[in-house]
């Protein structure tokens, strides 16, 4: 697979669209990074992990990810809807006022309590709100209940199979290391870190290193991966300008299935 081809689109900030997507994006895009790079030093080293294949979701919904406590939930601390104008977004935002918490503070500096509001739902009184220009009145049941009505409806839609995907538990693989790629990319190293070493980093040390790697790599290299690091900035510069610190990216990256709806896209 020639990850050379890779389509890069622009990136507009003022219409991301869904914040999952987004920071899968950039995981991909890391993925694309190292693996080029692998490609041009050891020949066909690109590929799935050889231990698990590549496939590291596991039956079941990880309740820990769905909630980026950092955010507000303007920015979109309630990550399975943030970034669409699905009905849950003015119902929280409503449930939220009724609470007392402020729309445009970061969740983690509010009351703790809420997150388990946000995750299981809040059966104390329905939330009145208008979406689609109808007034609705209905109980919020929690993003996570909202997650197993897509599995348990057998979802086709493209999106919200991405979604389930992202929020499912993860198998443990040491061969790869959760990224489900294979060991001649997690061998490689660029600017001094390898790509396990990367995704631990906080995501303004990502900016600094994405910025640097034109000192960092030869001439043809840096050629080969231009188009994949002028796609990243943008991308993480939004992810740090709305209050995001890191990614999960090891449980978001699915290696090449993932990369694959990247490729010769036009």
Known sequence: ???????VRSFNPKRPGSLVAVMMTVSEYLGALYGNVAETRVGNS??????????????????SRMIAPALSLKNGAVLLWAGTDCAPVPRIKQLAAMIGIDYLKPL??????????????????????VH??????????????????MI??????????????????QRECSAC????????????????????ELNKLAIPEM????????????????????????????????????????????SAWRGLPALSSLINQK
């Open 46 to 63: 690109y590929g799935p992990c050889a231990e698990c294949g590549g496939s590291i979701a596991s039956p079941g919904i990880d309740h």
């Open 207 to 250: 900016l600094t290193f994405v910025h640097c790697l034109r000192q960092s790599m030869d001439l043809h290299e840096f050629e080969i991966v231009e188009p994949i690091i002028s796609h990243l900035f943008p991308i993480l510069s939004y992810l740090s300008k709305i209050g995001l610190r890191t990614l999960p990216l090891n």
């Open 177 to 196: 290391q959760g990224t489900g790629l294979s060991e001649g990319v997690l061998d490689i190293n660029i600017a001094g870190l390898t790509l396990a």
């Open 108 to 129: 983690e500096e509010q009351d703790p309590e809420f997150i388990s509001v946000l995750l299981y739902g809040y059966d104390r009184e329905p939330v009145s709100f």
């Open 132 to 149: 689609n220009k109808r007034f609705r009145t209905d109980y919020y049941r929690g993003c996570v209940s909202d997650l197993q009505s």
């Open 1 to 7: 697979m020639d990850c050379t081809k890779i389509h």
């Open 152 to 169: 348990d409806a057998r979802t086709t839609s493209k999106g919200n199979l991405r979604m389930i995907s992202f929020f499912s538990k």
